[in-house]
Structures are given as C-alpha cells and as structure tokens.
C-alpha cells in the first residue's frame, strides 16, 4: 500500500464540518490523496460517521450517540455550528461516506470509534460493509485506539492494512503491531520522541503522526521517518506532495 505525506483528518476538519460528505469533499479540493473519517456505531446496527460519544458538539441534537437510532442521526442538522453555509448537512452513513470518497478517488483511513467491552458485536458489520463496498485494500486502512477492535480485523481478514492508534507510544507497541502484522503505528505528534520514531522506522512499520495542523509544528518529525501527517487543513502541508 502507497500512502501519501498528508491526510486529512475526519475530512478535512478545519475547512468544513468534520467527518460530513461536505468535509470529505473538502479534503478532495485541496488535492489530498487520502482521508481519516471516524465510524461510530448507534442503536439497531447503524453505523455512521461521527466522532463524539454526545451528540451536542457537532449536531443539533443531544444525547449518548450509541444509543441514537439511524432515523434520528439522518434527520440531525451536522453543518450549522460550522457556519451557516453548512446549514442541513447530514451525517452520513458508512455506507455513503464509502460511495463519496470512492468517487472521488481518495484512499480511506478508518477509525473504528468504539470503546465499550461488546467490541466483538461491533466490528464484524463494519468488516461486512467494507467487503461489499470497498474496492481497492491498497487504498484502506483500518485503524483504532481499540486493541481489540483490531485483533478482531486481523482474525477475519489478515489482508486489511492495520493502524494501531495511540498518543503515548506504550512500552508494549512492538509486540502489539507484530501480534496483528500491522501496517502502521498512528500516534500524537506532539508526545513522539526521536527515539520512538526511530525505532518504529526500524522495525518495519509505517509511522503516522495526528493532528498537526501548521507544517513547523511536525518539521523534525519527517527527519525522524514520519511517513504521514494526520491534518485538519491539508493546505498547510501540500507543497511536501509536489
């Protein structure tokens, strides 16, 4: 799998209301190559893409997202708070962020947002989506903070390319990435050491940094062997892709 230096994280989250089609569309406009969206499950088997366990920061609408049934989520305005140019956009479906971000010839970074113990509940209909919809395994990623969640993906599919989410890199991330032939090792930028960096280069894996969203902030990162960056604003690292 080829990623690209830059990526757009949930869309492209500074330049239209996160992980909307208006977000992903975003990204696609500054020439970014790949995106980061984040899916989130709901009541009776939904799943759609948001990132908040609550509703009220990025919706007009309140309440626990998991228990949130897909009428509901469909019916919410997910654009205004953003501004008012964004007024009604929707949250989208897994299944209608595959079908956007597929039309515009974009790769797929995607989150699986889930942290309750019922993972294995969870996980196996987001495989079933990606496998009926998602065309090209070069051009995805899954990834997630949720261990479990993983080994899970590895158990069905030892094909999918996979992104072990963290912020501090533990002391256990070799044999984590090794245990689940991980593509990647996708960490916060801002509490990477040299060290760290250089070890996870030198293992193997691909490294991903989220979320710097100003090129001096992550300069010494791509000396370190940082392969991607996980921005809000591709536009502030799209002279690296040329």
């Known amino acids: 799998?080829?990623?690209?230096?830059?990526?757009?994280?949930?869309?492209?989250?500074?330049?239209?209301?996160?992980?909307?089609?208006?977000?992903?569309?975003?990204?696609?406009?500054?020439?970014?190559?790949?995106?980061?969206?984040?899916?989130?499950?709901?009541?009776?088997g939904g799943l759609i893409i948001f990132h908040d366990h609550t509703l009220e920061r990025c919706t007009n609408g309140f309440g626990n997202t998991l228990e949130a049934n897909l009428e509901t989520m469909l019916s919410l305005d997910a654009g205004s708070w953003f501004g008012a140019e964004h007024d009604g956009e929707k949250v989208p479906t897994l299944e209608q962020a595959i079908d956007c971000i597929q039309a515009l010839g974009l790769g797929l970074n995607l989150e699986i947002k889930y942290e309750d113990a019922d993972v294995e509940r969870v996980v196996p209909p987001i495989l079933a989506v990606l496998s009926e919809r998602w065309q090209d395994n070069d051009k995805l990623m899954i990834s997630s903070f949720n261990y479990e969640a993983l080994q899970i993906c590895y158990r069905e599919d030892k094909?999918?390319?996979?992104?072990?989410?963290?912020?501090?890199?533990?002391?256990d991330w070799l044999l984590k990435l090794a245990a689940i032939e991980a593509f990647s090792l996708n960490c916060y930028y801002a509490v990477l050491t040299k060290q760290q960096a250089r070890a996870?280069?030198?293992?193997?894996?691909?490294?991903?940094?989220?979320?710097?969203?100003?090129?001096?902030?992550?300069?010494?990162?791509?000396?370190?062997?940082?392969?991607t960056i996980i921005t809000d604003d591709p536009n502030q690292f799209m002279h690296l892709e040329s």
């Open 1 to 44: 799998m080829k990623l690209t230096k830059v990526m757009g994280h949930r869309g492209a989250a500074l330049l239209a209301p996160e992980n909307t089609l208006a977000s992903i569309r975003a990204a696609a406009a500054t020439g970014v190559k790949w995106v980061e969206i984040d899916v989130h499950p709901i009541a009776q």
């Open 159 to 171: 094909q999918r390319h996979l992104g072990y989410l963290v912020e501090d890199v533990p002391s």
């Open 200 to 227: 996870v280069k030198s293992a193997g894996y691909k490294l991903l940094c989220y979320t710097a969203n100003e090129a001096h902030l992550v300069e010494r990162h791509w000396d370190w062997g940082m392969d």
